[in-house]
């Protein structure tokens, strides 16, 4: 599966995971997940984001701890 809302450019945020090319690391997103925030909350904290971000970032993540790297 390729990712179109994560990107890793490492002149941006020391090459981490990004949503969408904005400065929002996923681990930011999949920490406020985790934190039980609400899609809702996310959000509200971070207007430039999409449902679909969020989705994409689980997705993202899962796909990490499964391959292991």
Request: charged share 20%.
């Amino acid at each position: 599966m390729s990712f179109s809302r994560i990107t890793i450019n490492p002149d941006q945020m020391g090459g981490v995971s990004c949503i969408r090319g904005l400065r929002i690391p996923v681990s930011t997103v999949i920490g406020m997940v985790a934190d039980g925030m609400t899609n809702d909350e996310i959000l509200l904290a971070y207007p430039d984001l999409e449902l679909a971000d969020i989705r994409e970032a689980l997705e993202y993540s899962a796909r990490k701890v499964n391959s292991g790297s």
